[in-house]
């Protein structure tokens, strides 16, 4: 029986090949020879085929690695470019914004701070007033208390001093709200002066309140805010640029594995054709089948001449060599709907 698992070492040219019955001729002596070298290039191809699979084998396993550093490296750098894009523009234009609305608090502040102030000068000028009016009204109650004027008093109201036996008088039409309007006179100036008086104390609390809210300091504030978002946002792009350079180079570097365990699948695959190739010659010569050579001539409408009377013995396997010609035409065509092999860099 043929040995398909290893190439057995060639025998000597007296002992037969396996089973085979081995003549010792010319022709036998030179398959011989010519198969102990094929046996050699056997066993080298063998080796090749080892050392091409364990090559492929590493390849594949850096290949695995440095994928998984490119991924990692793209996913840390989507992040920072993600937290810039998103982040650090927010970032940047709230500050803008807020150094807008500072600038314009600021303006409306300087506004209030002199309406406050101008409120207040009214305020104390009108207080003084209204004192003066207070003590115009103290004068007036003391007049029209004051016993000489009680004739006065009884004929702008109609009313008579306690002392006086006299039946009060109503007024002229025209007087007959005189007492009234005297009264009023009398006592409204002095809420008015302690209504003033409150106005006064509210102005200052605000003018107090308005300083002690320190609208300037918020300018020194936004800025140290914007340049430290400045900073922030500088440091996350660095860092994403540092980052694209990282995966750009890792980049580089798959496509090179790429290539690399290509040509080391390719290498590995030639190296199994070849292998295979060395088997199948050596396998043949260990014990060559010629069926296709006839014995003797079974062709009844063989030419023959004068010359040479001996018939043909190789035209049949000049026809099964025709053969492969058809089995060629389709050894690389795949069928219809067929799955497509998997990348060299799939498990």
Known sequence: ?????????????????????????????SINVIRTAWCTLLYQSKGSVSQQETKFKGEKELFHEKK?????????????????????????????????????????????NATLVTLVKQIKDSKAKFNDLNAAACNLKRSYNDKCNA??????TGITSEKCDEEPKPPVDACKNAGDQIDDLIC??????????????????????????????????????SDKSIKFDK?????MKARKGELDKLQDDL??????????????????????????????????????????????????D?????????????????????????TFCCPENSTPPPSYTED
Request: aromatic share 6%.
């Open 1 to 29: 029986m043929r040995q398909k698992e290893n190439c057995p070492p060639p025998p000597p040219p007296e002992e037969p090949c396996n089973d085979c019955d081995e003549k010792d001729n010319p022709t036998q002596q």
């Open 68 to 112: 998984c550093m490119f991924v990692h490296t793209e996913q840390n750098y989507r992040r920072y470019r993600n937290l810039e894009i998103i982040a650090g523009t927010e970032l940047i234009q709230t500050n803008d914004l807020i150094k807008a609305n500072v600038t314009k608090i600021k303006d409306w502040n300087k506004s209030l």
């Open 151 to 156: 004739a006065q008093k009884k004929a702008l």
């Open 188 to 225: 409204l100036p002095g809420g008015l002066s302690s209504d003033i008086d409150s106005i006064w104390q509210s102005a200052s609390d605000v003018v107090g309140i308005q300083i002690f809210s320190n609208i300037d300091s918020l300018e020194p504030l936004q800025k140290d805010l």
């Open 235 to 239: 440091h996350i792009s660095d860092i």
């Open 255 to 304: 496509v090179t594995s790429v290539k690399s365990i290509t040509q080391a699948a390719v290498a590995r695959n030639n190296a199994r054709a070849e292998f295979e190739g060395y088997y199948d010659a050596v396998d043949f010569l260990c014990c060559p089948d010629c069926d296709c050579i006839a014995v003797e001539n079974t062709d009844a409408n063989a030419k023959q």
């Open 306 to 330: 004068d010359c040479y009377d001996c018939p043909p013995r190789l035209k049949n396997c000049e026809d099964e060599i025709c053969t492969i010609c058809d089995e060629v035409k389709t």
